[in-house]
Nanobody, 121 residues
Framework: QVQLVESGGGLVQPGGSLRLSCAAS????????MGWYRQAPGKERELVAV?????????NYADSVKSRFTISRDNAKNTVYLQMNSLKPEDTAVYYC?????????????WGQGTQVTVSS
């Protein structure tokens, strides 16, 4: 089992910045993929930025956030961050932290409770 707790959401003006945090606990040694997704009202949940391989540190970003968002991690704190710069109204969504644990041939996906990000003037 993996528990994920997000923090750092809020209201920000267009062009502003926010940093989201996701603290993991539990069977963190078995996480092999971890990152951020978001879901806007009436839309499907979508990938924002992930460590596609926690071991190698390789990352994937949605095209819409490349050059504006940066995913990073602090292994000592078991925490993944999402630095969001140059925010746009279309970035408004609930942001969810996700961790994937692979056991044998089965992937288990864990989600945080979500944190609201609203970009508005």
């Amino acid at each position: 089992q993996v528990q994920l707790v997000e923090s750092g959401g809020g209201l920000v003006q267009p062009g502003g910045s926010l940093r989201l945090s996701c603290a993991a606990s539990g069977s963190i040694f078995s996480i092999n993929r971890m990152g951020w997704y978001r879901q806007a009202p009436g839309k499907e949940r979508e990938l924002v930025a992930v460590f596609s391989s926690v071991g190698s540190g390789s990352t994937n970003y949605a095209d819409s956030v490349k050059s504006r968002f940066t995913i990073s991690r602090d292994n000592a704190k078991n925490t993944v961050y999402l630095q969001m710069n140059s925010l746009k109204p279309e970035d408004t969504a609930v942001y969810y932290c996700n961790a994937v644990v692979r056991v044998g041939t089965t992937n288990y996906s864990y989600w945080g409770q979500g944190t609201q990000v609203t970009v508005s003037s």
